[in-house]
């Protein structure tokens, strides 16, 4: 019997991670959900952003939850609206990724 050829590693089809995100326009601030302010729930949610060449959001992931189905929620789609820019590397726009951690925090 053969050995089955090994599936290649999701790594190597992953873009670059890279650590600072720049935005066509100034992010808008995310609105704490009322229940969650009610219930004094906090968190920090990590989202990971997938972007093509153009800066435009491919893809978007729950890196690590706060812990707070209400806080998660509310920082996907609030990042959703975000307007990124390319990614420019040696001359070349690239398809890249950027992990944005949200804090919800009350005063």
Do not use: C
């Amino acid at each position: 019997m053969e050995p089955k050829p090994q599936p290649v590693s999701a790594k190597d089809s992953t873009p670059r991670r890279i650590e600072k995100p720049s935005f066509k326009t100034r992010p808008a601030p995310i609105p704490y959900p009322s229940r969650a302010r009610r219930r004094g729930q906090e968190g920090t949610v990590l989202i990971e952003v997938w972007l093509d060449e153009n800066g435009k959001q491919t893809k978007r992931i729950l890196a690590r939850s706060s812990g707070v189905h209400s806080l998660d929620k509310t920082a996907l789609k609030a990042i959703a609206k975000w307007r990124f820019s390319a990614y420019v590397e040696n001359g070349r726009s690239i398809a890249h990724r950027v992990h944005i951690p949200i804090r919800f925090k009350l005063d």
